[in-house]
């Protein structure tokens, strides 16, 4: 299995809502990664999980939230979201997360197909 | 100066054409070179990479680097219209195996 999944698909929210975005994987990667992708723009990275500990944190508001119960599953939380927050969500996984310096290999991500969010 | 450099376009080519696409980047860190492609409303798949100057090749696609120039270029022979996606390129630096810095992508159409 090379995939990387995520649910749901779309999801349209209100601001004052609480929403759980899903990702899974089943290749035994050991780091995950959520990215936001607005329109015509590249993917952003907001945060990356390594061992299931959070290793980066792109500065993301705190209105988003994310937790990795196993080496298999990354969600992100969101509560109190603005409209400017309407995205493209993009889970993505690798074989090893953030190495120390001098320590790099290639790592290849795979990305899931991502859930379109809402924010109304 | 941003890290990473990519003509937006929109590029529309003919089926058959031979498609150039093009990226410049300002830190001679970085060390290894991808192409994403991604089509509409789904994730980016890795078509290609790279890590040293000069060609790779696989299929229809060839991923060139000139480290020299600070250049990368994807080229696509005999374009179907299945290839119709945007392409971004993506740059990994010597000092770390997970931050992505990513083109702003080329839409590309390819017209039957």
């Known amino acids: 299995d090379t995939e990387v999944t995520q649910t749901p698909k779309h999801l349209v929210m209100g601001m004052t809502n609480k929403k759980s975005l899903k990702c899974e994987q089943h290749?035994?990667?050991?780091?995950m990664y959520w990215y936001k992708q607005k329109a015509k723009k590249p993917p952003e990275l907001m945060f990356v999980?390594?061992?299931?500990?959070?290793?980066i944190n792109e500065s993301v508001p705190s209105r988003f939230s994310p937790e990795c119960p196993n080496s298999s599953l990354l969600n992100l939380h969101l509560h109190a979201l603005q409209p400017e927050d309407s995205a493209l969500y993009l889970c993505?996984?690798?074989?090893?997360?953030?190495?120390?310096?001098?320590?790099?290999?290639?790592?290849?991500?795979?990305f899931g197909p991502g859930t379109r969010l809402t924010v109304l | 100066q941003k890290e990473v450099e990519q003509d937006p376009g929109p590029l529309s080519v003919p089926e058959g054409a031979i498609v150039s696409l093009n990226c410049t980047y300002s830190?001679?860190?970085?060390?290894?070179f991808m192409w994403y492609r991604q089509y509409s409303r789904k994730g980016p798949e890795l078509l290609m990479y790279?890590?040293?100057?000069g060609n790779k090749e696989d299929g229809r696609f060839t991923a060139q680097v000139d480290k020299s120039s600070k250049y990368i270029s994807l080229f696509i022979r005999d374009s179907q219209p299945s290839d119709s996606a945007t392409y971004l390129c993506?740059?990994?630096?010597?000092?770390?195996?997970?931050?992505?810095?990513f083109g702003k992508g080329t839409l590309l159409t390819v017209n039957p």
């Open positions: 290749m035994g990667h050991r780091a």
């Open positions: 993505a996984s690798s074989q090893v997360g953030p190495g120390l310096a001098g320590t790099y290999s290639y790592n290849e991500q795979f």
């Open positions: 830190n001679s860190a970085f060390q290894y």
């Open positions: 790279t890590y040293s100057s």
């Open positions: 993506a740059i990994i630096s010597g000092g770390s195996n997970y931050k992505l810095t």
């Open positions: 999980y390594s061992y299931e500990k959070l290793s």
